[in-house]
């Protein structure tokens, strides 16, 4: 399987200031077909289910605001939320779906500071 | 709208079963592959098992390989997962999600894009 590994598990970022999340995969998720990452980013807050941000490693779901960003290609990814609102206090998760035993990274939660 | 609504989760002793269903609305259901995933309590997000629309293939963790059946019934909108031999460690909250994309039964690069609110299952003595 592909490991999928996050840095850092948490952080505390300031009202407004930018908060970036890191995502290793083990091997390439990078499609060479297509040129497709086959990376995705979810927010989980609590008590909630997973809400999907970000897929091909930087393209945003309808809705999302344009504060969140995604980045990178192969094996190395992140995770931009620029002027970091109260409401973006939550768990976030990179994912493969390259392969078709997909695999999640352990998340990283974001503090408000 | 999509609303996906899982049911089924219980308690449950350990080697026993459980069949837990998803009820779909707002899309096509037969028309999107689907997917279980679970988390632990307190822990992070696992992938479990993903069935293709026609349900014609079907994609399953190590870790409950052998042990979880998926299925669906695209008559009723329904996604199952039949969850024999459980364990402990399979205590966690299961959540149905809706797949976008390409996903046959030679393989399923699909991404998972919608959740419902999940159920608990919880494995104990």
């Known amino acids: 399987d592909i490991v999928m590994t996050q840095s850092p598990d948490s952080l505390a970022v300031s009202l407004g200031e930018r908060a970036t999340i890191n995502c290793k995969s083990s091997?390439?998720?990078?499609?060479?077909?297509?040129?497709?990452?086959?990376l995705a980013w979810y927010q989980q807050k609590p008590g909630q289910p997973p809400k999907l941000l970000i897929y091909?490693?930087?393209t945003r779901e309808s809705g999302v605001p344009d504060r969140f960003s995604g980045s990178g290609s192969g094996t190395d990814f992140t995770l931009t939320i620029n002027s970091l609102q109260a409401e973006d206090m939550a768990v976030y998760y990179c994912?493969?779906?390259?392969?078709?035993?997909?695999?999640f990274g352990q998340g990283t939660k974001v503090e408000i500071q | 709208e999509v609303q996906l609504l899982e049911s089924g989760g219980a308690l449950v002793q350990p080697g026993g079963s459980l069949r837990l269903s998803c009820g779909a609305s707002?899309?096509?259901?037969?028309?999107?592959?689907m997917t279980w995933v679970r988390q632990a309590p307190g822990k992070g997000l696992e992938w479990v098992s993903t069935?293709?629309?026609?349900?014609?293939?079907?994609y399953y963790a190590d870790s409950v390989k052998g042990r979880f059946t998926i299925s669906r019934d695209n008559s009723k909108n329904t996604l199952y997962l039949q969850m024999d031999s459980l364990r402990a460690d399979d205590t966690a909250i299961f959540y149905c999600?809706?797949?976008?994309?390409?996903?046959?039964?030679?393989?399923?690069?699909?991404?998972?894009?919608?959740w419902g609110q999940g159920t608990l299952v919880t494995v104990s003595s």
């Open positions: 999600a809706k797949e976008r994309g390409y996903c046959d039964s030679s393989d399923c690069p699909s991404l998972t894009d919608h």
């Open positions: 707002g899309f096509t259901f037969g028309s999107e592959a």
């Open positions: 069935i293709t629309s026609s349900g014609d293939g079907t």
């Open positions: 091997q390439s998720v990078l499609y060479t077909s297509n040129n497709k990452n086959y």
């Open positions: 091909w490693a930087s």
């Open positions: 994912q493969q779906y390259y392969s078709s035993s997909r695999t």
